[in-house]
């Protein structure tokens, strides 16, 4: 089944001042939205990042695969190596490690590879579940997502939300959160107030909702000292304390003293990463993203290592749209071993790509969907008002630093800065 047109699509949707290490959140985050049509009329979605510079290493592979079996993924892959080939795709927002030459063809291989296997599903008449081995689970659980925040942008749009700079207001966040979607753990993205306000909104959040799965990412923000001390701090508050310090021997030293293991989307990106770790024992629990790791296959491959050697596996987010979390729930239900709840950042959102109804969250989960390929469907129409945006945004990449400086002009990033 030769793929016969291949369609790239960039697009942005509103996205609140979120807080982090790096600073906040631009008014608009960007994707992009691929199409893949086969010579038999089937098309497969895929979704992935916005910048200018992944935009130009997926052009560069659109032309090479007209003509290519979509059944063919080793292929599509040696395809995407040539046209990336002494790329490397570079991370502005400084969240997900560094990257390098095999990070580059592993990011723009997942976003092909995913509309390769929806073609393939609707092709069939399966959902990408199975093709992936099958559901160990019928639903996924993800994580109440939460962030500090301003109560508006720079241009005075504001949000349903509000200012979020307290433990009391960040529990009121959580319980908005939970009552929309039914949440049964949380997460707060840390890294942006001094360690005890962020102790603080931990153990108010543990006496708000006792009994919840708890967590805490600062993304690096404290050093190795601090991060102990809070490790003890939230002794039983925790359920894991996510990249607490910058790199891996610098997790190994913590993970020594803490009583709740570490996990990380930052110090273990790549394959290359984990006979290190491991020999450090830096972390227990591995936060997989297709989008970075490869694509929903390698995702796999990344579960049974990790299986190996004893460490647990979770899923990262990053702002994204409907395609993508229909991946990540095809591949979460298809890992067995992947059985902590889910990070999205999908309540923060207030506008897709495709048509609605599909992806519902109960209880905090997400059914697998059962219809052919990924189970959603493009709206066009909401295509082409993503594709304004974009062109409206006037953003090229994503770059917290820069506009946080909008807010506090002297403002460095907070990697290592307690």
Same mark, same amino acid.
């Given at each position: 089944?030769?793929?016969?047109?291949?369609?790239?699509?960039?697009?942005?949707?509103?996205?609140?001042?979120?807080?982090?290490?790096?600073?906040?959140?631009?008014?608009?985050?960007?994707?992009?939205?691929?199409?893949?049509?086969?010579?038999?009329?089937?098309?497969?979605?895929?979704?992935?990042?916005?910048? =200018?510079? &992944?935009?130009?290493? #997926?052009?560069?592979?659109?032309? +090479?695969?007209? $003509?290519?079996? %979509?059944? @063919? !993924?080793? *292929?599509?892959?040696?395809?995407?190596?040539?046209?990336?080939?002494?790329?490397?795709?570079?991370?502005?927002?400084?969240?997900?490690?560094?990257?390098?030459?095999?990070?580059?063809?592993?990011?723009?291989? =997942?976003? &092909?590879?995913?509309? #390769?296997?929806?073609?393939?599903? +609707?092709?069939? $008449?399966?959902? %990408?579940? @199975? !093709?992936? *081995?099958?559901?160990?689970?019928?639903?996924?659980?993800?994580?109440?997502?939460?962030?500090?925040?301003?109560?508006?942008?720079?241009?005075?749009?504001?949000?349903?939300?509000?200012?979020?700079?307290?433990?009391?207001?960040?529990?009121?966040? #959580?319980?908005?959160?939970?009552?929309?979607?039914?949440?049964?753990?949380?997460?707060?993205?840390? *890294?942006?107030?001094?360690?005890?306000?962020?102790?603080?909104?931990?153990?108010?959040?543990?006496?708000?909702?006792?009994?919840?799965?708890?967590?805490?990412?600062?993304?690096?923000?404290?050093?190795?000292?601090?991060?102990?001390?809070?490790?003890?701090?939230?002794?039983?508050?925790?359920?894991?304390?996510?990249?607490?310090?910058?790199?891996?021997?610098?997790?190994?030293?913590?993970?020594?003293?803490?009583?709740?293991?570490?996990?990380?989307?930052?110090?273990?990106?790549?394959?290359?990463?984990?006979?290190?770790?491991?020999?450090?024992?830096?972390?227990?629990?591995?936060?997989?993203?297709?989008?970075?790791?490869?694509?929903?296959?390698?995702?796999?491959?990344?579960?049974?290592?990790?299986?190996?050697?004893?460490?647990?596996?979770?899923?990262?987010?990053?702002?994204?749209?409907?395609?993508?979390?229909?991946?990540?729930?095809?591949?979460?239900?298809?890992?067995?071993?992947?059985?902590?709840?889910?990070?999205?950042?999908?309540?923060?959102?207030?506008?897709?790509?495709?048509?609605?109804?599909?992806?519902?969250?109960?209880?905090?989960?997400?059914?697998?969907?059962?219809?052919?390929?990924?189970?959603?469907?493009?709206?066009?129409?909401?295509?082409?008002?993503?594709?304004?945006?974009?062109?409206?945004?006037?953003?090229?990449?994503?770059?917290?630093?820069?506009?946080?400086?909008?807010?506090?002009?002297?403002?460095?990033?907070?990697?290592?800065?307690?």
């Amino acid at each position: 089944m030769k793929i016969r047109e291949v369609s790239i699509t960039p697009v942005a949707f509103a996205d609140p001042p979120l807080l982090n290490v790096m600073g906040v959140h631009e008014p608009w985050a960007l994707r992009s939205v691929l199409r893949l049509t086969t010579e038999d009329g089937i098309v497969g979605l895929g979704e992935s990042y916005g910048d =200018a510079a &992944f935009l130009e290493m #997926a052009g560069r592979v659109a032309p +090479r695969i007209v $003509g290519h079996d %979509v059944f @063919d !993924l080793p *292929g599509l892959r040696a395809l995407v190596a040539a046209a990336v080939s002494g790329s490397v795709f570079t991370d502005q927002h400084g969240l997900t490690g560094a990257f390098s030459g095999d990070k580059t063809l592993a990011t723009v291989c =997942a976003f &092909f590879e995913v509309a #390769a296997l929806d073609a393939q599903g +609707r092709a069939l $008449g399966r959902p %990408v579940v @199975d !093709l992936l *081995g099958g559901a160990a689970r019928e639903r996924v659980d993800f994580s109440a997502y939460l962030f500090y925040k301003y109560g508006e942008h720079r241009n005075g749009r504001g949000d349903d939300w509000g200012d979020v700079r307290t433990p009391e207001s960040v529990v009121d966040e #959580a319980r908005q959160m939970i009552d929309q979607y039914g949440f049964r753990s949380i997460k707060l993205k840390g *890294g942006v107030l001094p360690p005890d306000q962020e102790i603080a909104a931990m153990r108010a959040l543990a006496q708000a909702f006792p009994g919840y799965p708890l967590r805490v990412d600062p993304n690096g923000a404290w050093q190795v000292d601090t991060s102990i001390r809070v490790a003890k701090e939230l002794d039983g508050v925790l359920e894991y304390l996510e990249d607490p310090t910058p790199g891996i021997e610098g997790m190994a030293a913590v993970a020594e003293q803490a009583s709740m293991p570490l996990a990380t989307n930052m110090c273990v990106v790549r394959f290359a990463d984990l006979p290190p770790a491991i020999a450090r024992k830096s972390v227990g629990i591995v936060l997989s993203d297709h989008h970075y790791w490869g694509g929903l296959r390698q995702t796999q491959a990344l579960s049974v290592l990790c299986e190996t050697f004893g460490i647990g596996l979770s899923m990262h987010s990053n702002s994204h749209l409907g395609i993508s979390l229909a991946a990540m729930v095809h591949v979460a239900a298809a890992t067995p071993h992947l059985t902590y709840a889910c990070d999205t950042h999908w309540p923060w959102k207030t506008e897709d790509v495709i048509v609605p109804g599909v992806l519902e969250f109960v209880d905090g989960a997400v059914a697998v969907p059962t219809t052919p390929g990924l189970g959603v469907e493009l709206d066009p129409d909401a295509l082409a008002r993503g594709h304004e945006n974009f062109l409206r945004s006037g953003q090229t990449a994503r770059d917290d630093a820069t506009y946080m400086r909008h807010y506090e002009p002297n403002f460095t990033p907070n990697i290592a800065r307690w």
